[in-house]
Every structure is written in C-alpha cells, then in structure tokens.
C-alpha cells in the first residue's frame, strides 16, 4: 500500500498568538508604546479583541526577547534601552555579522546572489513605504540570506534572540541624518561586496555600517538618559 506524499507547506499560516505578538513587537519598536509605559492587560485585551491567556503569553515572549520588563508589584513595562545594552548587543552584531559576511561572500552562489538582491530591493521598498513591519521583515530576510549562505545557523540563531532590540535600535537610529551614510547604502556597499565575492570589502562593509548605527544610538541614548 502506497502512502500518499505531502505537499510541503511554502508559508505555515500565523496563529492567533504569532499575530498578537508581531502587533506588539511592532507596538514597541515603533514607539506607539514608550520605554517604561505599563502594559495593562485590560486595555490591550479591548484593542487587539483576544483574550488575556493571549495577551499574558504574548507579554512572556517579549519579555524573553529583552522588549518587556516586568516589575514586582508594578506589573510589565516596555524595557528601557540603554548604551551599556546597546553597545553589547553592536559587539555581538559585530562579531557574527562581519563572520557571517566573509564566510558568504568566499562561497556565494548565482541563487545567493539573486536572493540577497531581492531582499536589498524589498528593504528599499519598506523603507518607502514606511510600513515599519515590511522594513524589519525585509532587513531580517537580507541578513538571514547571509548567514545561510555562510552556513552559520548557530549565529543566526542568536541574532534571532536579539532581533527585537535590534530592530528597537534600526528604528531608533533610521531616520537620523546626521550620519556618514545612509543606511540603505551601507547594506548596498554589503550586499555588492558578498555579490562581488570579495569577503575582504564584505566584512569591511559590515565594520562601516555598524560603526556608523552604534555612534548614533550612543549619541541618541545619551540624549534621552535622565
């Protein structure tokens, strides 16, 4: 008896959950929510139309990924970010990324390359369009385009992790024009020189545009520290 194959699923459908929580990363790293603001469960259960089971699981995700802090006796907060945080969470981005670009670059492939273009093209769009979740949903499939092609999954793993506080920081650091370069230049020199398979100029690439990003946040944080 022949057992019938199963069409692999191209894109699992999001759960109710999985939606509540891009809603509230987005929430956060946008700004709609302040660092330190409460998060009150009624009020959230009102807008988003779900239950609290939801709301409270949603809350211990975003916990887990450093955007909500929860205080004895006061309840979750959104996090406060500061430098300390901030330039451990470059140093990590530093280390892997320029690893990552260097490994992609010496064994980029034709489909690589394609992939890694559409990805820049579709962050350009997000950026036009100023969806903040089109941007960090194009900006993470650029990156995860590198450090698969690097074969560096354990890397990309930990960036996951961090991926919020990330993301909290691009939208911080992304509309400030008192900078070296623009953002979406630096990811064009990045993608060029891992294109170009030069992984030299790739992780140099990388150096630049983290350099640039880390000295605005430090100079904005420094701004908002009390």
Same mark, same amino acid.
């Given at each position: 008896m022949n057992t019938p194959s199963l069409e692999?699923?191209?894109?699992?459908?999001? +759960?109710?959950?999985d939606m509540v929580q891009e809603r509230m990363r987005d929430a956060i790293i946008t700004g709609h929510f302040k660092p330190g603001e409460r998060l009150v469960e009624r009020p959230?259960? /009102?807008?988003?139309?779900?239950s609290r089971t939801v709301v409270r699981e949603t809350?211990?995700?975003?916990?887990?990924?450093?955007?909500?802090? =929860?205080?004895p006796g006061h309840g979750p907060i959104v996090a406060e970010m500061n430098w300390s945080d901030a330039r451990q969470?470059?140093?990590?981005?530093?280390?892997?990324?320029?690893?990552?670009a260097r490994a992609c670059a010496l064994s980029v492939t034709g489909d690589r390359a394609k992939r890694l273009k559409s990805a820049l093209a579709d962050l350009q769009k997000g950026i036009?369009?100023?969806?903040?979740?089109?941007?960090?949903?194009? +900006?993470?499939?650029?990156?995860? /385009? =590198?450090?698969?092609?690097a074969g560096h999954n354990v890397a990309w793993e930990i960036v996951q992790r961090l991926n919020g506080r990330i993301s909290r920081l691009r939208m911080m650091t992304l509309s400030d024009t008192n900078r070296e370069k623009p953002g979406p230049s630096h990811m064009l020199s990045i993608c060029e020189a891992?294109?170009?398979?030069?992984?030299? +100029?790739?992780e140099r690439a990388v150096h630049a545009h983290l350099a640039d990003t880390a000295a605005i946040a430090e100079r904005l944080l420094a701004a908002q520290a009390p």
């Amino acid at each position: 008896m022949n057992t019938p194959s199963l069409e692999k699923i191209a894109q699992p459908p999001q +759960t109710l959950r999985d939606m509540v929580q891009e809603r509230m990363r987005d929430a956060i790293i946008t700004g709609h929510f302040k660092p330190g603001e409460r998060l009150v469960e009624r009020p959230l259960c /009102e807008q988003l139309g779900v239950s609290r089971t939801v709301v409270r699981e949603t809350i211990r995700y975003l916990e887990a990924e450093g955007l909500v802090e =929860i205080l004895p006796g006061h309840g979750p907060i959104v996090a406060e970010m500061n430098w300390s945080d901030a330039r451990q969470i470059y140093d990590i981005r530093r280390m892997l990324e320029t690893a990552a670009a260097r490994a992609c670059a010496l064994s980029v492939t034709g489909d690589r390359a394609k992939r890694l273009k559409s990805a820049l093209a579709d962050l350009q769009k997000g950026i036009d369009s100023g969806v903040a979740s089109d941007l960090f949903a194009a +900006t993470n499939r650029f990156y995860q /385009e =590198i450090f698969e092609g690097a074969g560096h999954n354990v890397a990309w793993e930990i960036v996951q992790r961090l991926n919020g506080r990330i993301s909290r920081l691009r939208m911080m650091t992304l509309s400030d024009t008192n900078r070296e370069k623009p953002g979406p230049s630096h990811m064009l020199s990045i993608c060029e020189a891992i294109v170009a398979g030069d992984p030299e +100029t790739a992780e140099r690439a990388v150096h630049a545009h983290l350099a640039d990003t880390a000295a605005i946040a430090e100079r904005l944080l420094a701004a908002q520290a009390p």
